[in-house]
């Protein structure tokens, strides 16, 4: 025991329950709801135990080491750091509770947690119980990891038993004559805008969709059965209504288009908010993330920690794309806005590149392959014009609600989503012309 406090390290395990009740079992019960956060960064096993190891380990190896580095030069200066450091930690520990049971927010909330704070330091710097009964939590850091590792929904994704898809793994493509197969999904794309008085497409404006009408089957009425990506695209490669409560990722939908074709085909597939691919089956380019793998998950939890620990509520769920849009009715009602730079808005920046990217995978292939892409066109902002040429959507902001737009205003808003679906036509011409050069496109 003399030995433990010599080296200080009981100060260590109790900044190890602190930081595990302050920042590890918050951050890990909202990510552990929220598989497609790691989805988005595509993130892979090894990426998601870093984080868990990193979020219930190093915030108290990082406080502890800078109080003993600082016991070297002054032992009472040590326990007056530690005794700061025990007091923060019980602050945002006050704080998420307080916003938890009460409807108490902003300045007040942080004067009220600060002073709950404030009471249990001074607790704990007079009473002997608080040490010991800190000291008897020590394992509870370790069971909020096992929880989220074994337990919550993300685990799904670390568990290689439980994440493989029915299908199972990537058989060998043998060569024949199966054709290659093109599938490109348009996001956010009423296909009565393509349609002229006569509900035909319109060619002087849309002169390669209307060519592939003419030598194609097509469906004036088709729409999908959601207005949410989420929801509409598993919805439309496995053939079944989606539930939504569930993220769409292959572990919940493993009965797919991908997994199907897989038995027989190659497949290049580049998805967005999406990973119905599985990874033994496709290894995905990223779908227009920033930040991917381990730096993309420490950045988007780093942001789901700060709404956590904000004394206002977030405008969304600060984990999940599903609930952010399963609650979009509710917060509406509300009258609270959503927040437009969501993970999912991100991702339409990049658009052409991504583009530009699956027309060079458009290859002639001795095995039959599968080429899938998912991109976020004529999806807003509307940025582009009909000849990619991109201008400052910007200057069009969001300054009215969505039920008090003034006319203008709407068909200015119109007017650009039409030019951007020009662009889209362009882009709809360069694949057909690909697979013409690649010697293709009369079999695929």
Not at 106 to 126: E, K
Not at 293 to 321: C, F, M, N, Q, T
Not at 392 to 400: I, L
Request: hydrophobic fraction near 45%; charge should be positive.
């Amino acid at each position: 025991r003399r030995w433990l406090e010599r080296a200080h390290l009981w100060a260590l395990v109790e900044l190890f329950v602190l930081t595990g009740f302050a920042i590890a079992q918050p951050l890990l019960d909202v990510t552990g709801k929220s598989p497609d956060l790691f989805v988005f960064s595509r993130a892979g096993r090894g990426d998601i135990l870093q984080l868990v190891v990193g979020v219930t380990l190093l915030p108290a190896l990082g406080v502890w080491a800078g109080e003993v580095l600082v016991g070297l030069v002054s032992e009472p200066l040590h326990r007056l750091l530690h005794l700061v450091a025990v007091t923060m930690l019980l602050t945002l520990v006050a704080i998420q509770v307080v916003k938890t049971v009460t409807e108490v927010r902003g300045p007040v909330l942080v004067v009220l947690a600060a002073a709950v704070g404030l009471l249990a330091g001074v607790l704990y710097a007079r009473q002997a119980w608080v040490n010991l009964w800190l000291r008897y939590l020590a394992p509870a850091p370790l069971v909020f990891a096992l929880l989220f590792v074994l337990v919550s929904p993300t685990s799904k994704l670390v568990l290689p038993a439980r994440a493989a898809p029915s299908g199972g793994g990537a058989a060998a493509v043998a060569p024949g004559e199966r054709p290659p197969v093109v599938l490109i999904f348009f996001d956010e794309f009423p296909l009565k805008a393509l349609l002229d008085s006569k509900g035909r497409v319109d060619r002087r404006v849309y002169p390669n969709f209307a060519e592939f009408a003419e030598r194609s089957t097509w469906y004036r009425n088709a729409t999908g059965v959601s207005g949410f990506t989420g929801w509409a695209m598993p919805a439309m490669l496995t053939g079944r209504y989606p539930s939504k409560v569930k993220a769409p990722i292959y572990y919940e939908y493993p009965d797919n288009l991908f997994t199907l074709f897989s038995r027989r085909y190659d497949l290049k597939v580049y998805e967005t908010i999406s990973q119905l691919c599985p990874p033994t089956l496709c290894e995905q380019p990223v779908g227009g993330a920033e930040r991917t793998g381990l730096r993309g998950v420490l950045w988007e939890s780093a942001k789901v920690y700060r709404d956590i620990v904000s004394p206002y509520d977030a405008a969304i769920d600060p984990g999940s794309l599903v609930s952010q849009t399963a609650n979009q009715d509710a917060a509406a009602q509300d009258g609270k806005p959503l927040d437009p730079k969501f993970r999912f808005n991100r991702l339409r920046l990049n658009q052409p590149s991504r583009f530009t990217d699956f027309l060079n995978g458009l290859q002639r292939s001795d095995t039959p392959t599968m080429h899938f892409l998912h991109i976020l066109l004529p999806h807003a902002p509307w940025r582009y014009l009909p000849s990619g040429a991109e201008y400052n959507y910007k200057t069009f902001g969001r300054s009215f609600k969505s039920d008090q737009t003034p006319a203008p205003i709407r068909e200015l808003a119109h007017e650009r989503m039409l030019l951007q679906l020009a662009y889209t036509d362009r882009l709809i011409g360069q694949a057909v012309q690909r697979l013409k050069a690649q010697g293709i496109w009369d079999k695929a």
